[in-house]
């Protein structure tokens, strides 16, 4: 694919610069991450006291307000374009690729000429590069302001952190397509085809939307957080974030050949590690129903052969499935126990529970009647799928359930 360029001004070198941008093989930003996009956008504005905050998008003869944040008295609209021959503050930090920082423009010789930001009062600024995995160039996280401003350590950190954030929604989308392109190679495998979108959706964008929830939430209560609970929120939310990249990833290191033949690439695991590691990356689901996990796992861990990439899979099912049909202020055990010949792994819950003839289906895609039972076939494949990957790794999965009274599965696995 013919590779996409900007030229771009640099006024402190005074040099012209090519800067290769998104590419038109790239992804569209769904309008899930657009509406996570804005609520961060707001968020930082808010939070930083700022009028403006801008997700500037740069194209191949101008630079675009992709978003703009919605706080009182910025001046900037949605997809309002510059011309790409003054050298502006956001062209600079694309062209250089680091952040920009400028306290007060009318006091700084090389910004105080031929700069439009200041027609509209913008004298300082505090910009980043946000690139796609490829590094290229998508454009800048800014936040401007009409008063000098030289913004604190903290907030420069905390700018970063939330475009950090930005880069790892491109790079989902990015393995996105690299997903969408495995599964053209499985049109004749349907049913694998199914678990396949099944793992993606709900791993992935039910995270996405989870993560923009959680932003919303943070963005109305923010006045009364302190910024060192701010930045332990915004860690939990980075690392919600950070699984739903290592979901994608662990998807794009099966090939083929081990989707179809479900082939197994075992190598030592330590199942406590990879057990709190999946509990933590649930964190927000789990704070949404207000959830609290119990952990019985040995100190010293377990070490056991297995394909980790399956193991994680089926227990990231089992453990969502469980979250999903819990209660409100309900509670989960997850439990580990050894004996001469296996491994068990229990996960249970105080939550709905399931009548027995429900219980016979529940690794069954199939249409249920009544309120109160699986009423998605998606949740059923990802029991479907987990239970697969153990039986591939020689392993179990069963399950007990008592109606109004909870549900417990055990994966079992040889020592």
């Not at 000429?113 to 490829?134: F, Q």
């Given at each position: 694919m013919k590779a996409r360029y900007s030229t771009i001004f640099i006024r402190e070198s005074n040099e012209w610069v090519k800067v290769r941008i998104t590419?038109?093989?790239?992804?569209?930003?769904?309008?899930?991450?657009?509406?996570?996009?804005?609520?961060?956008?707001?968020?930082?504005?808010?939070?930083?006291?700022?009028?403006?905050?801008?997700?500037?998008?740069?194209?191949?003869q101008n630079i675009k307000v992709f978003l703009r944040s919605s706080t009182e008295g910025n001046p900037f609209e949605k997809g309002e374009e510059s011309d790409l021959k003054h050298g502006l503050y956001c062209e600079t930090v694309c062209g250089?690729?680091?952040?920009?920082m400028i306290p007060n423009?009318?006091?700084?010789?090389?910004?105080?000429?031929?700069?439009?930001?200041?027609?509209?009062?913008?004298?300082?600024?505090?910009?980043?590069?946000?690139?796609?995995?490829?590094?290229?160039?998508?454009?800048?996280?800014?936040?401007?302001?009409?008063?000098?401003?030289?913004?604190?350590?903290?907030?420069?950190?905390?700018?970063?952190?939330?475009?950090?954030?930005?880069?790892?929604?491109l790079d989902i989308l990015y393995k996105a397509v690299e997903i969408e392109k495995k599964i053209e190679e499985l049109k004749d495998a349907h049913k694998v085809k199914e678990k396949f979108l099944s793992i993606f959706y709900h791993d992935v964008f039910s995270n996405i939307t989870q993560v923009k929830n959680s932003l919303q939430e943070l963005y109305k209560h923010i006045d009364e957080i302190e910024p060192q609970e701010l930045k332990e929120y915004l860690e939990r939310i980075n690392t919600s974030t950070r699984q739903s990249h290592k979901v994608l990833e662990d998807v794009l290191s099966w090939s083929k050949e081990d989707i179809l033949n479900m082939s197994v690439n075992a190598?030592?695991?330590?199942?406590?590690?990879?057990?709190?590691?999946?509990?933590?990356?649930?964190?927000?689901?789990?704070?949404?129903?207000?959830?609290?996990?119990?952990?019985?796992?040995?100190?010293?861990?377990?070490?056991?052969?297995?394909?980790?990439?399956?193991?994680?899979?089926?227990?990231?099912?089992?453990?969502?499935?469980?979250?999903?049909?819990?209660?409100?202020?309900?509670?989960?055990?997850?439990?580990?126990?050894?004996?001469?010949?296996?491994?068990?792994?229990?996960?249970?819950?105080?939550?709905q529970g399931f009548p027995k003839d429900e219980l016979d289906q529940l690794f069954h895609v199939k249409k249920r009647k009544g309120a109160s039972n699986v009423d998605s076939s998606k949740a059923v494949v990802e029991l479907m799928l987990a239970k697969e990957f153990l039986i591939n790794n020689r392993g179990k999965l069963s399950v007990e359930s008592l109606e109004g009274k909870g549900t417990k599965f055990t994966l079992l696995l040889k020592v």
């Open positions: 590419s038109i093989n790239k992804p569209e930003i769904s309008q899930k991450i657009i509406e996570k996009w804005q609520t961060i956008l707001d968020l930082a504005a808010k939070f930083i006291d700022v009028p403006a905050g801008l997700i500037m998008q740069l194209n191949e250089t690729k680091r952040e920009l423009a009318l006091k700084d010789s090389l910004w105080m000429e031929d700069n439009p930001d200041l027609l509209v009062d913008m004298i300082s600024y505090l910009g980043v590069p946000i690139r796609w995995p490829d590094g290229e160039i998508f454009g800048s996280f800014c936040v401007l302001d009409n008063k000098e401003n030289s913004y604190s350590d903290m907030f420069r950190e905390y700018l970063t952190s939330i475009r950090d954030s930005v880069e790892k929604d190598s030592m695991v330590n199942l406590s590690e990879s057990i709190k590691s999946i509990i933590d990356s649930k964190h927000q689901a789990l704070t949404l129903k207000r959830i609290k996990v119990f952990q019985d796992l040995p100190k010293e861990g377990i070490v056991t052969l297995i394909d980790k990439n399956m193991l994680e899979t089926a227990i990231r099912n089992v453990l969502t499935f469980t979250i999903q049909f819990s209660n409100i202020d309900g509670i989960i055990w997850v439990r580990t126990k050894i004996d001469k010949e296996n491994i068990h792994i229990e996960i249970e819950d105080n939550g």
